[in-house]
């Protein structure tokens, strides 16, 4: 079973950047669909972006041209590159992770796709 950690949450003024990492273990050579994900306090979980290795990366509306997911494969690590933070940005911000196998190319931003979360880490932001 994979197992996913976070790290590089904190705390950051608004107009800041952060750089969300998290690593996957124990995939055996699959290949999963990585997503992002946050939730803020008394708010639904938000997708944020998705990929997989061999499929496009996909951003949700309110953080295309601000948050950018990448990938480095040789460390089984997603990134989530985040600029022009905002208040509205404060939350807990989760990786999640399930099989990819070739669905349309693309991996989804629906919660309800991911069977593998990690811990989460915060991010706030402070005006």
């Known amino acids: 079973q994979v197992q996913l950690l976070e790290s590089g949450g904190g705390s950051v003024q608004s107009g800041g950047s952060l750089r969300l990492s998290c690593t996957a273990s124990?995939?055996?050579?699959?290949?999963?669909?990585m997503g992002w994900f946050r939730q803020a306090p008394g708010k639904k979980r938000e997708g944020l972006a998705a990929?997989?290795?061999?499929?496009?990366?996909s951003h949700s509306a309110p953080v295309v041209g601000r948050f950018t997911m990448s990938q480095d494969t040789s460390k089984n690590t997603v990134y989530l590159q985040m600029n022009n933070l905002d208040s509205r940005d404060t939350a807990m911000y989760y990786c999640?992770?399930?099989?990819?196998?070739?669905?349309?190319?693309?991996?989804?931003?629906?919660?309800?796709?991911?069977?593998?979360w990690g811990q989460g880490t915060q991010v706030t932001v402070s005006s």
């Open positions: 124990g995939n055996s050579g699959a290949t999963y669909c």
């Open positions: 999640a992770a399930y099989r990819y196998r070739g669905q349309a190319g693309m991996c989804a931003t629906d919660e309800n796709f991911y069977t593998v």
């Open positions: 990929s997989a290795s061999g499929a496009d990366t």
